[in-house]
């Protein structure tokens, strides 16, 4: 445990040594209360419902990679890993301690939209279920993603292209899961959308804890999934051949 | 210390070692040679548990490297070929984060004030490591390497990129360092090996090509003697009178045509030589001004040894079993 919070606090560190974390976490702040504010505006409803439909989609293809890119494949291109993975620690404390350390950063930039929250209750008078539930869900959706991006990371030397294959992957988990994507899979292949809606897709995993429906199989599909990729990137690591 | 046995490594269709097998003693100093892409890299790796061998075993210690790599890992201190560095970090930093993955505890700031005055880093202590030379960066990864105070050490060209007072520097440290320590430095620099390896194994192709101290090596290649000559007299002559002598295997003439000194190469086989050529000098009356008995240079010897890799694929086998006994 001792070794997971020496590895946690190097990388936790490291998201503040470099611009690169501050400057995504504004855009992701203003992107996400950006577009809310529209609707918010426009409709005039004391609710968080809109922040979090457009939520799994922001986080799928820019924030969530922009995190988790840089956690493998800076090591690989400065060659650094070659002097991590020799220190005595096991490998599976490397990266429960990485991913923890990118969860925290991106727990740091989800708290910074609890702005909202704040003025809806200044506002008026909404619904603190949803919200609760909405939050609730983001963590885990962001642990979810994170742990995609962690085992995409390490395939690659360059940052970018992490960032990319990444991004696609975490688009394509959230948009499977969007209800009218699984429907016109369905209609290629039957029954193959509605596996994928009902067992892989993320988003409605997610909407039904954010509509404060917290059931236990959303919980156990999001903790599951993250523990899944996290096992698949230890693996690799352990076998590499490289 | 370290024990490898019949260690293969393939990359893909490339094989980066073939059979390779050496034993390095506790308190050895291990000058590992070879060209580019020889394959020291590639066995050093191997011996730091960051890559897995396709076969063989290997031992650090009593640990088997794919058994326990914690434990191998925890007695080895690496300095990778490319000086991996978090650049962003600062020096001091970077190093309290290392003790602490290396498990050091209390003894982490004591070791820290250690290697920074071995390794001569005091006055970067607070700089990022980006920011620093070649010359600096180099030697904060070696500090990095003594910090846990290894059994084994693991140097991978550690003296690369600096200027000749630093590698002197890093020569003696690695020199203060061999009383306790089990060292392996990889090198193509060969002044550096012959002045601080106690034992040279030169790879070549992803094979061993020899194993042995500088004097054993040469002397292992050392299969002819060679004189060198300079008489004052006429060419020709000379070269004809020389060639006549009994156990003469070839002689080169060195001289420009328009010196009346001629140099002379004796390649020989028969050992009165030196006697018959006496002789035959006084009785020609040559004036003579420089006779030695040639010795391999360093890169002579350097180059015999990797130029004959393929030709003494077979012979090496029966090297092995000798060296074996």
């Not at chain 2, 075993?57 to 080895?76: A, F, S, W």
């Amino acid at each position: 445990m001792n070794d997971v919070l020496i590895i946690f606090k190097r990388e936790f560190n490291a998201y503040f040594y470099s611009p690169i974390a501050y400057v995504f976490s504004v855009i992701f702040i203003i992107l996400n209360a950006g577009i809310y504010m529209f609707h918010f505006f426009f409709y005039g409803n004391a609710d968080m419902r809109e922040f979090f439909a457009i939520l799994p989609i922001t986080l799928a293809l820019i924030f969530i990679p922009a995190i988790s890119m840089r956690l493998w494949s800076e090591e690989k291109k400065l060659g650094t890993i070659e002097l991590l993975l020799t220190l005595p620690i096991q490998s599976t404390h490397i990266v429960l301690g990485k991913f923890f350390a990118s969860f925290a950063f991106y727990l740091i930039a989800l708290s910074g939209t609890l702005v909202i929250p704040i003025v809806l209750f200044i506002l008026g008078s909404p619904d603190l279920g949803p919200i609760i539930g909405g939050y609730f869900g983001a963590v885990l959706l962001g642990a979810f993603f994170l742990s995609v991006g962690i085992f995409i990371s390490g395939f690659f030397n360059d940052q970018i292209v992490s960032l990319i294959i990444t991004s696609l992957a975490c688009g394509l988990l959230a948009l499977v899961g969007w209800q009218y994507v699984p429907m016109v899979i369905d209609g290629w292949i039957s029954g193959l959308g509605d596996f994928l809606y009902s067992y892989v897709g993320v988003t409605r995993h997610f909407n039904d804890i954010q509509r404060g429906v917290i059931d236990l199989r959303s919980i156990v599909y999001f903790i599951s999934f993250t523990g899944l990729f996290l096992t698949l990137n230890i693996k690799y690591l352990e076998g590499r051949k490289f | 210390m370290i024990e490898l046995k019949e260690v293969c490594k393939n990359y893909g269709l490339t094989k980066a070692l073939i059979d390779v097998s050496f034993k390095v003693e506790k308190g050895e100093i291990i000058g590992f040679v070879g060209p580019n892409g020889a394959g020291k890299s590639t066995a050093m790796r191997i011996i730091t548990t960051y890559t897995a061998p396709t076969s063989g075993t290997i031992k650090v210690g009593q640990y088997d490297v794919l058994e326990n790599p914690l434990e191998v890992r925890q007695m080895i201190g690496y300095l990778p070929e490319t000086v991996p560095l978090y650049y962003d970090m600062v020096v001091y930093d970077y190093l309290e984060f290392m003790g602490s993955a290396r498990h050091l505890n209390g003894r982490l700031r004591s070791r820290m004030d250690w290697v920074t005055e071995a390794c001569q880093i005091e006055t970067v202590l607070h700089r990022p490591i980006g920011v620093l030379s070649k010359g600096f960066k180099q030697r904060v990864c070696l500090a990095q390497a003594l910090l846990h105070d290894p059994d084994v050490l693991i140097l991978d060209e550690p003296t690369s990129g600096l200027d000749p007072l630093q590698i002197i520097g890093i020569r003696n440290l690695v020199k203060e360092l061999a009383h306790e320590k089990t060292i392996m430095v990889s090198t193509h620099i060969l002044q550096e090996v012959s002045s601080i390896a106690d034992r040279i194994i030169v790879i070549n192709d992803g094979r061993i090509v020899a194993d042995g101290s500088f004097h054993e090596l040469q002397s292992q290649i050392e299969h002819e003697n060679i004189f060198y000559l300079a008489v004052k007299a006429e060419h020709e002559k000379v070269e004809s009178k020389v060639k006549s002598l009994s156990g003469i295997e070839n002689v080169e003439v060195l001289t420009s045509d328009e010196s009346d000194l001629t140099q002379l190469r004796i390649h020989y086989v028969d050992d009165n030589l030196p006697e018959s050529l006496d002789k035959l000098i006084k009785k020609e009356k040559w004036t003579l001004v420089e006779y030695r008995k040639e010795k391999l240079s360093l890169e002579d010897t350097f180059l015999k040894l990797t130029k004959a890799t393929k030709e003494k694929a077979t012979e090496r086998v029966v090297d092995k079993e000798t060296e074996a006994d």
